[in-house]
């Protein structure tokens, strides 16, 4: 009797991996090193958080994996392929970016903004584009009586929709937030975080955030990366991560407003 020989299943690959990452700035002094043998990997489906102290390069690290800096040092790959690489036709499509005050453009109305990445690759019909476009805003919670509104005419938790449903009109698998809560108000932010949740699991996407929030990151995190000491000094759950000895993790998660948070811990999950 023939013994069948076990099929391996392929692995998915990580949508973002960082290995050995080294980021140098010159200075009037000689040069200032902001990441040093950083690691980083990122699996699909993943909701991970990025955090750490003022000048720990966060947002350095996060232009880096879009592709709009080159480290001095290292490997950056996304989706595959090396993050320089995302400025290349088409493969900025891969990956949707939520700025952190929404950067809509001031002169053109809501719908306009949604539709204007999908409209730069001029090889669709306008009314398609504009049919999609109806589609994102009403997908970010708003109603299609907002789509001829300027973004002077919308409140602070509206610009943020507008922006994510901008971020979304290519449908990423990939979701890059910065302070996605900043600026809003409790209520604002609560329901930018429930529509977030939401929008994860119907579309599996995979969110990278940076973030100073601490409702917003136990809320939303299945992983939290901390930044410090110029790397990543511990990754894992929310949980795990605040029980790490290190001062910057201390002050940051058991402060009075890691304590408040922490409270969030042990209340149950609001339904989506």
Do not use: W
């Given at each position: ?87 290349d ?11 952190q ?8 109305s ?5 539709a ?81 949740r ?25 992983r939290?990366?901390v ?26 998660f058991?402060g ?17």
């Open positions: 009797m023939s013994r069948e020989t076990p099929v391996s299943l392929p692995v998915a690959a990580p949508v973002v991996e960082i290995e050995k990452l080294a980021s140098v700035f010159p200075t009037a002094g000689g040069e200032y090193v902001v990441h040093q043998d950083l690691d980083l990997r990122i699996e699909v489906g993943e909701m991970v958080s990025i955090v750490g102290g003022s000048g720990s390069g966060k947002t350095v690290l996060l232009r880096q994996i879009l592709g709009l800096e080159q480290p001095r040092a290292g490997r950056v790959t996304v989706l595959g392929q090396p993050a320089v690489h995302l400025s036709a088409g493969a900025a499509s891969r990956v949707g970016m939520l700025f005050h929404g950067a809509l453009f001031s002169a053109f809501v719908l306009d903004n949604i204007f990445p999908l409209r730069e690759l001029r090889t669709l019909p306008d009314a398609l584009v504009r049919d999609v476009a109806m589609l994102k805003l009403q997908m970010v919670g708003l109603d299609p009586v907002h789509a001829v509104k300027m973004p002077s005419d919308l409140s602070g938790g509206m610009i943020k929709r507008v922006a994510l449903a901008r971020a979304l009109i290519m449908d990423p698998p990939l979701l890059m937030l910065d302070e996605p809560t900043a600026g809003l108000d409790p209520y604002s932010s609560d329901g930018f975080c429930d529509l977030l939401s929008l994860h699991q119907e579309l599996g996407l995979t969110m990278v955030m940076v973030t100073h929030d601490l409702d917003t990151l136990f809320e939303l995190s299945t939290v990366a930044l410090a000491e110029k790397r990543v000094i511990v990754s894992g759950p929310p949980r795990e991560v605040m029980d790490f000895p290190h001062p910057f993790i201390h002050d940051f058991l009075p407003r890691g304590q408040r948070a922490r409270v969030l811990l042990q209340e149950p999950p609001r339904a989506v």
